[in-house]
């Protein structure tokens, strides 16, 4: 039923430590007006300075607003972060602004110079110009939702005494642990990005009539190269014969590895 690794933390009782993780969230959404477009005003005022407020930020754009948690050692913890700091948000915005639900951006200007990069410090904006000009006039203007975890030490260091004969190092052995979470993750992709990021249409004008674009729903357009494309690390295990897709390079436990990059699809 268990694997190895399962089978360790389920001897060792450790399994509702193992099923939650340390963990931030970062939430990004759009500011609208009550017409449903981009709304045309400034940073919340009652969220103090936009460039020091290290929990309410802005992203590329002006309109849009990222939530950042601190860092939580379980998801529930940081729930009520998110919650908290969601309503802070709210609470802030012009009597007619909203938050736009969507990860894909409301009905946009056809000019889309006229959408204000993030005021931010001078070599922030900098950065910003030039990734936008890297891409399309709308790519930078989805939004979505990143967390960030990490397994619990308590769990890692309980396997780790089990199983620490295997490996040179405990590093070795984190590593080797993350990759196998990697290839969980990436194994079941499809289905994450379909329950928890769902975005088949575009509103008007976020391509250009001429422009390539999807011709039917699609199961997610901002996690495809039409919204905001990753590239990711493909590492193949040549002794388990798998592959795995990271975002940065781990390295490998015991065995030889292939590299590649492409470009990863929702």
Not at 28 to 54: C, M, W
Not at 230 to 248: G, H, P
Request: hydrophobic share 35%; glycine share 4%; aromatic share 10%.
């Amino acid at each position: 039923m268990f694997d190895e690794i399962g089978q360790i933390i389920f001897d060792n009782e450790i399994v509702a430590s193992a099923s939650d993780f340390n963990m931030g969230i970062e939430v990004e959404t759009i500011r609208v007006d009550s017409a449903g477009r981009l709304t045309k005003q400034p940073y919340p005022k009652a969220l103090g300075n936009q460039r020091k407020n290290h929990f309410i930020k802005t992203d590329v754009y002006q309109v849009q607003s990222e939530i950042i948690t601190p860092t939580a050692r379980k998801s529930f913890d940081a729930m009520h972060y998110l919650m908290a700091l969601n309503d802070t948000l709210r609470n802030a915005l012009e009597p007619n602004e909203l938050l736009w639900p969507l990860s894909m951006p409301p009905i946009l200007p056809q000019d889309k110079t006229n959408i204000s990069i993030a005021n931010v410090e001078p070599k922030q904006r900098a950065y910003y110009e030039k990734w936008i000009k890297t891409r399309s006039d709308t790519q930078g203007l989805p939004v979505g939702v990143h967390l960030n975890v990490s397994v619990n030490d308590g769990v890692l260091r309980t396997v780790w005494e089990a199983q620490r004969e295997q490996y040179q190092s405990y590093a070795d052995f984190v590593n080797d642990i993350y990759i196998k979470l990697a290839q969980g993750f990436t194994y079941y992709r499809w289905l994450i990005t379909y329950l928890f990021g769902n975005s088949p249409i575009a509103e008007r004008n976020y391509f250009k009539p001429d422009e390539d674009q999807p011709s039917h729903e699609v199961r997610s357009i901002r996690s495809s190269h039409y919204g905001l494309l990753r590239m990711f690390l493909i590492i193949t295990d040549q002794c388990a014969n798998t592959s795995i897709t990271l975002k940065k390079t781990l390295k490998p436990a015991a065995c030889s590895v292939k590299r590649s990059i492409i470009p990863a699809f929702g």
